[in-house]
């Protein structure tokens, strides 16, 4: 049975870019568009792995993260922030204690960059 990852971006562009990168590799898809979509979709999912962006209606993805990071069912699901400020990211980083992100990329990335971040978290 494939691994599944969790995509949560309000872009449906990226969602289609992810999708066809990662399917090609092996990997089950289920997305998100919001943050309170993201917390019900990981709760009913149990995913091995989510990509989050930072910026995101309803509930922004530090906050998501943080709500992902105190739910029991999906505590250790490691989770990789997505976003184009890196800087303003590492800011409300510290200034938040960390929020628990396994990881993150900047935005733009390459297919590379994100197949490697997925065996980073998800071996072979």
């Given at each position: 049975?494939?691994?599944?990852?969790?995509?949560?971006?309000?872009?449906?562009?990226?969602?289609?870019?992810?999708?066809?990168?990662?399917?090609?590799?092996?990997?089950?898809?289920?997305?998100?568009?919001?943050?309170?979509?993201?917390?019900?979709?990981?709760?009913?999912?149990?995913?091995?792995?989510?990509?989050?962006?930072?910026?995101?209606?309803?509930?922004?993805?530090?906050?998501?993260?943080?709500?992902?990071?105190?739910?029991?069912?999906?505590?250790?699901?490691?989770?990789?922030?997505?976003?184009?400020?890196?800087?303003?990211?590492?800011?409300?980083?510290?200034?938040?204690?960390?929020?628990?992100?396994?990881?993150?990329?900047?935005?733009?990335?390459?297919?590379?960059?994100?197949?490697?971040?997925?065996?980073?978290f998800l071996p072979s």
């Open positions: 049975m494939a691994q599944k990852i969790l995509i949560v971006d309000d872009d449906s562009l990226m969602h289609l870019l992810y999708r066809r990168h990662l399917e090609q590799a092996g990997y089950q898809i289920v997305g998100a568009k919001s943050g309170p979509e993201a917390l019900e979709t990981a709760a009913r999912e149990l995913p091995q792995l989510i990509f989050m962006d930072v910026m995101l209606p309803g509930l922004d993805g530090l906050s998501t993260l943080r709500a992902l990071k105190k739910t029991e069912a999906t505590k250790l699901i490691p989770v990789v922030v997505i976003t184009a400020n890196v800087s303003e990211y590492l800011a409300s980083q510290q200034e938040s204690g960390f929020s628990g992100a396994a990881g993150f990329l900047s935005k733009p990335f390459s297919p590379a960059q994100l197949l490697i971040e997925v065996q980073r």
